[in-house]
């Protein structure tokens, strides 16, 4: 079974940085995209960055552009969200998914298989 593990949250400053990272296993396909999604209470899901494991082409939400940066290990099959200059708006559960296939996908819906979020809260 697929298997993603995000971990790194945390309580920051504004203006701080944190990086989150995945750890995926289980898996066997050899193209897919991992994906970082934040949801903040009475807020729907958001997209908010992921990349293709095939060429490493990446996507950001215009809300973090700038600011986060999505980046893989394929050798440890774990995925980092290094987030930095962070605002109270940011505060959310993050979620880390995989979309088995290679195009990018913001859509939460076009994901298959999720791991449990990890809190991250920004303070001002």
């Known amino acids: 079974d697929v298997q993603l593990q995000a971990s790194g949250g945390g309580l920051v400053q504004a203006g701080g940085s944190l990086r989150l990272s995945c750890a995926a296993s289980g898996f066997t396909f050899d193209d897919y995209v991992i994906g970082w999604f934040r949801q903040a209470p009475g807020k729907e899901r958001e997209g908010v960055s992921c990349i293709s494991s095939s060429d490493g082409s990446t996507y950001y939400a215009d809300s973090v552009k700038g600011r986060f940066t999505i980046s893989s290990d394929n050798g440890k099959n774990t995925m980092y969200l290094q987030m930095n200059t962070l605002k109270p708006e940011d505060t959310a559960a993050y979620y880390c998914?995989?979309?088995?296939?290679?195009?990018?996908?913001?859509?939460?819906?076009?994901?298959?298989?999720w791991g449990q979020g990890t809190q991250v809260t920004v303070s001002s």
């Open positions: 998914a995989m979309r088995r296939w290679r195009t990018l996908n913001s859509n939460a819906d076009e994901y298959d298989y």
